[in-house]
Nanobody
Framework: QVQLVESGGGLVEAEGSLRLSCAASGRTFSNYHMGWFRQAPGKEREFVAAISRSVIRTYYADSVTGRFTISRDNAKNTVYLQMNSLKPEDTAAYYC?????????????????WGQGTQVTVSS
């Protein structure tokens, strides 16, 4: 089992920044690829970013490329999502997730462990 707890969400004005954190506990954090997903009301959960367990590879949704940065600190069992130039359409609940398949994935069905989510609201 891997337990994930997100933090750092909140209300921010457009063009502002937030940094989300996801603290992991349980099994060896460095064995897992980590992803961030988001879900807005009435919409399906969508991929935001992922980082491989080795920190070599990162992946981003087109909608956040150049604005968001995913990183991880395996010594602190934590993954981060730095969000800059936020837009109202970024408003959603943000979830981190852990995946121990061969390669990091954009598919939420590949992730076996999820946090409870943190709300990000961007005002115009």
């Amino acid at each position: 089992q891997v337990q994930l707890v997100e933090s750092g969400g909140g209300l921010v004005e457009a063009e502002g920044s937030l940094r989300l954190s996801c603290a992991a506990s349980g099994r060896t954090f460095s064995n897992y690829h980590m992803g961030w997903f988001r879900q807005a009301p009435g919409k399906e959960r969508e991929f935001v970013a992922a980082i491989s367990r080795s920190v070599i590879r990162t992946y981003y949704a087109d909608s956040v490329t150049g604005r968001f940065t995913i990183s991880r600190d395996n010594a602190k069992n934590t993954v981060y999502l730095q969000m800059n130039s936020l837009k109202p359409e970024d408003t959603a609940a943000y979830y981190c997730a852990a995946d121990n398949h061969l390669i990091a994935s954009r598919d939420p069905d590949m992730y076996g462990y999820w946090g409870q989510g943190t709300q990000v609201t961007v005002s115009s």
